[in-house]
C-alpha cells in the first residue's frame, strides 16, 4: 500500500481516506482510546490498524521530525539470521565500515534488530515497521527479499543495497564487489601459469554475488579457449562431499580447480593430503572470497579478499548522496583485492 506519490510520508490524514474513517478517528485509535462521547466500533478500529501496519506510518511527534529527513540518523538492516555483532563474523567488516563512515558524516546509526520473520526469512517490512525512523537504510545480506526491495524502490524509499542487485521493479541502489572481473583475472592467472584444464565448483546462482562469479569465470573461459584450455567441470551445487569431488576432479583431469566456498576449499585439501596427493603439485586450489563462516585452516589459498569495509564506507557516502539530492550515480562496483598465496602454482605432468 502506498501514497499517491512515491516518496511522500504517510500522514493521518492518507491514514482515515485509506481506510474511510475520519481523521480524529485515526488519532483516538493510534491514542489507544476513545472519547467518552466517541464509540469506535472494533471492526473499524481493526480496519485502521490494518491500514497503519500495511502503510508503514510511523506516528506523531516522530514523523513531523523526520518529514524533512534532516534526522542525522541511518538504519541498518541485516536479512542474516542473526545480526553480526560478533567480530568474527563475515559481516562484521562492512558494519565497520559503515561506523567509520557515519561517524564522518555526523550520522547516527540505528540497528533495526527486531525484524519479523516470514516463512523463515527477516523481511524488513511487518507488523511494526521501523523503518521510516530514518532517514535512510543500509540493507546487508548474502539474500535480500525481493518484495522488500520492490516496495522500497516503489515508495522511493532512500536506501542502498550491501551489494550488487538486480532491479526490483527499477534500478536498485548498491555499492558492490566486482567480484567477475576478479574472478577473470584468477583464470587469465591460471592459464599464463600452464593450466589447460580448468574446474570450477560454486554456489547456485540466485543469488547475485554467485551468479557475478560464474558469469566471470565463464567469460574468461571462453577468452582463454584460444590457448586451448577448456572447463572440465563446472558444477553449482550448495555442498557435496569432499572425496567426491576430489574423485571428480581426477576423473576430468582438473589441474586447477576455482572454489566459491572457503569451506569446501578447505576439505578439498584435506581430502587430497589424505591420498598423499599435493596442493598445488598435484592439483591447484584457488578460492572466489573470504570465508562466510569461521574455518580454520593452514592453507595460504590463493584468490581475493572482498573490500568489505570499504563497501559499508562508500554504503554510507552513497545513501547521504541519495538524501542530499547529490548522487550522480546509484551503483558502483569496487575491485576486490588480490592474494597470491601458495595454491596456484604450474601444473605437473602426470
Do not use: K, W
Amino acid at each position: 500500500m502506498t501514497t499517491d506519490r512515491p516518496g511522500r510520508r504517510i500522514t493521518q490524514r492518507d491514514i482515515a481516506r485509506l481506510a474511510g474513517v475520519s481523521q480524529p478517528t485515526v488519532s483516538l485509535v493510534l491514542n489507544g482510546r476513545s472519547d467518552a462521547s466517541i464509540r469506535i466500533p472494533q471492526e473499524t478500529r481493526e480496519r485502521v490498524l490494518r491500514v497503519i501496519r500495511e502503510s508503514g506510518y510511523v506516528p506523531d511527534p516522530v514523523a513531523r521530525r523526520l518529514a524533512a529527513r534532516n534526522n542525522q540518523i541511518l538504519g541498518v538492516f541485516t536479512y542474516e539470521a542473526v545480526f553480526p555483532s560478533d567480530t568474527n563474523d563475515f559481516y562484521h567488516p562492512f558494519l565497520l565500515g559503515i561506523e567509520e563512515a557515519a561517524e564522518l558524516a555526523g550520522c547516527d546509526l540505528l540497528l533495526l534488530t527486531s525484524a519479523s520473520v516470514t516463512g523463515g526469512r527477516r523481511r524488513a517490512f511487518g507488523d511494526d515497521n521501523r523503518l521510516r525512523l530514518a532517514d535512510g537504510c543500509l540493507l546487508l545480506g548474502r539474500s535480500l527479499n525481493r518484495d522488500d526491495l520492490t516496495r522500497m524502490v516503489a515508495d522511493g524509499y532512500p536506501f542502498v543495497a550491501v551489494g550488487r542487485r538486480d532491479d526490483a521493479g527499477g534500478p536498485v541502489p548498491y555499492v558492490g564487489a566486482d567480484y567477475a572481473t576478479a574472478v577473470g583475472h584468477l583464470v587469465a592467472r591460471a592459464v599464463t601459469r600452464g593450466h589447460r584444464r580448468i574446474a570450477y565448483l560454486g554456489l547456485p546462482s540466485e543469488v547475485e554475488s554467485s551468479a557475478d562469479r560464474h558469469r566471470g569465470f565463464l567469460r574468461a573461459a571462453e577468452e582463454a579457449r584460444g590457448s586451448d584450455a577448456r572447463v572440465v567441470l563446472d558444477e553449482l551445487s550448495p555442498g557435496r562431499d569432499p572425496d567426491e569431488l576430489l574423485t571428480a576432479l581426477l576423473a576430468a583431469e582438473a589441474t586447477v580447480v576455482l572454489i566459491e566456498h572457503f569451506a569446501t576449499a578447505v576439505d578439498l585439501v584435506a581430502a587430497a593430503r589424505q591420498r598423499g596427493l599435493a596442493v598445488p603439485a598435484d592439483l591447484s586450489v584457488v578460492t572466489l572470497g573470504d570465508p562466510t563462516t569461521p574455518v580454520p585452516s593452514d592453507v595460504d589459498f590463493t584468490g581475493f579478499h572482498i573490500p568489505r569495509e570499504e563497501m559499508g564506507r562508500q554504503a554510507v557516502a552513497l545513501l547521504t548522496e541519495i538524501l542530499d539530492g547529490t548522487a550522480h550515480t546509484t551503483q558502483r562496483l569496487l575491485p576486490c583485492e588480490p592474494v597470491a598465496g601458495t595454491t596456484l602454482a604450474p601444473p605437473h605432468a602426470r
